[in-house]
């Protein structure tokens, strides 16, 4: 009996810590020999032009390649969330913006004070409230979904601007069917500042700029590097100038290897909440740690969170730096991202001229790892390229 009871305990554990705290509505194909879009929806009951839609990045709907990504649109999925620490009812409607006694009857709670951590609740809803203090980073944080798809969601054009009160759909939920075509989301801080700030190139071709941040990490950093040089992929390096000094030798073979690297601060702050003597010293000292190592002085930079507002731009303006911001989001940033749903991330909101938001530090960043080989064989299948953003945008990386 006891022993049926530990089985049990362990069985629960497992399930607990696989089950991401977010389902994703789409899943990852991989094509086999012989199989066509057709066949595919079939196999998954969606039409090919549902497929067509979800993967905008085909090049040709009837050649598909052994082994590319195809991802699968599926509607009707509910969004999860996993009880964390410190959770009640009550903070978790106010998270989600919902009623307690929705969620309560959602997920068929007799007692609203007894959540256990790791629990799974459904949560009845699609839709969130947005409360003083929110960004629209910690609002794609929350509900682990893209800024991007967040901001196409609901049609905003202005990243910077949501209010207290307004109401946002939340992408992957319930009532969302609509998928993300090909649209290009519109910056304002890329409309205001044309020569400073970038989030997306302009050359209407099949180029994709991948981008890591927060390294170089000792681990993670060669194994993203073995994969781009397999691949013949270039791609962005933004480096934190504390981590510069203790892998110096990895800035170098970024350099060597063809790749650009680029300034993100020495600790990492929300710039727009520092003093510009902060702002000025943390780029001033992550641009010394990297020219004593590489020799070379960067000119362009990632703002942490991509948090840059008006303010923080024309400071970094003053230090003539660009501020690279990004179009893709594939979340790798938070520690339940799969590899696969990295995958979905990129593969349906890929654009061309896209700048992909990824990862190699500091957590552990094995999804990122398992995800880029596929990425960058479907992508190079259907015909894009993998640049640096300074080729992307057509701006100087170095001074
Ligand atoms: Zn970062």
């Not at 979800?54 to 990504?69: A, I």
């Not at 409360?131 to 196409?152: E, M, N, R, W």
């Not at 205001?192 to 941040?213: E, Q, V």
């Not at 894009?384 to 701006?395: A, K, N, R």
Request: glycine letters at 6%; charged letters at 20%.
């Amino acid at each position: 009996m006891k022993k049926l009871f530990k089985i049990l305990i362990i069985a629960f554990m497992v399930c607990v810590l696989f089950i991401p705290s977010f389902s994703y509505a789409d899943q990852v194909h991989r094509v086999t020999p012989g199989e066509s879009l057709y066949r595919i929806g079939e196999k998954y009951g969606v039409t090919t032009n549902e497929l067509i839609q979800n993967n905008s990045f085909l090049k040709s709907p009837n050649t598909l390649f052994v082994n590319q990504v195809i991802i699968i649109p599926e509607t009707g999925q509910s969004v999860t969330y996993r009880v964390q620490a410190g959770d009640s009812l009550y903070r978790i409607s106010q998270k989600f913006g919902v009623s307690m006694e929705a969620l309560a009857q959602a997920n068929r709670l007799k007692n609203w004070d007894t959540l256990y951590i790791g629990q799974i609740l459904y949560v009845p809803s699609d839709s969130y409230t947005v409360k003083p203090g929110d960004t629209l980073y910690l609002i794609a944080q929350k509900f682990g979904v893209s800024v991007t798809a967040l901001a196409k969601e609901n049609n905003l054009n202005n990243l910077d601007y949501i209010y207290v009160g307004q109401v946002l759909t939340i992408p992957g939920s319930k009532s969302n069917t609509q998928k993300p075509g090909s649209g290009v989301l519109v910056d304002p801080r890329a409309e205001k500042y044309p020569d400073t700030f970038y989030f997306k190139g302009s050359s209407n071709s099949r180029r994709i700029a991948l981008t890591f941040d927060d390294g170089p990490d000792e681990i993670y950093t060669p194994a993203i590097l073995d994969i781009l040089k397999a691949h013949n992929a270039k791609a962005t390096f933004f480096l934190l100038g504390s981590k510069v000094k203790e892998q110096p030798e990895l800035v170098n073979r970024m350099i060597k290897e063809g790749h650009t690297i680029g300034n993100h601060t020495w600790t990492h702050p929300d710039l727009r909440k520092v003093t510009n003597e902060r702002l000025v010293s943390e780029i001033k000292q992550t641009e010394k740690a990297i020219m004593e190592v590489s020799g070379l002085t960067t000119s362009i930079m990632r703002a942490p969170y991509g948090a840059a507002n008006e303010s923080v731009i024309e400071q970094l303006q003053d230090l003539n730096y660009k501020v690279i911001d990004w179009n893709i989001d594939t979340a790798d940033w938070r520690a339940e991202t799969t590899s696969d749903e990295i995958l979905i991330n990129t593969l349906t909101n890929v654009t061309e001229d896209s700048i992909v938001l990824m990862h190699d530090s500091p957590a552990d960043r094995s999804a990122t790892v398992r995800a880029l080989p596929e990425l960058i064989t479907t992508l190079n299948r259907n015909g894009y390229t993998f640049i640096t953003t300074d080729e992307m945008l057509d701006v100087q990386a170095y001074r």
